[in-house]
């Protein structure tokens, strides 16, 4: 089944780290703005997400900022050293 999606949302795809950009229309905190990603992609709203963002934030353009995010807002995902 085929979704209209608009402009924005298709362009937004098309870009690094974009491709699940729009599919979450309940959610409110995201991580890709922070990584130079399309508005609306890396979710980070639950632990479990935040966790996602960060194993995929190599696709970003900028993955330090993914995991900038997720780190600000779940500390306790920070990586040890």
Not at 10 to 37: H, I, L
Not at 62 to 79: Q, S
């Amino acid at each position: 089944m085929a979704r209209n999606l608009s402009a924005s949302v298709r362009s937004a795809r098309t870009k690094p780290g974009g491709s699940n950009a729009g599919k979450y229309p309940s959610v409110k905190s995201f991580a890709g703005p922070s990584g130079s990603a399309p508005k609306g992609s890396y979710p980070i709203n639950t632990r479990a997400r935040a966790k996602s963002a960060l194993q995929l934030a190599h696709n970003a353009p900028d993955p330090a900022g993914i995991r900038r995010a997720v780190v600000a807002k779940y500390p306790g995902l920070k990586k040890k050293s």
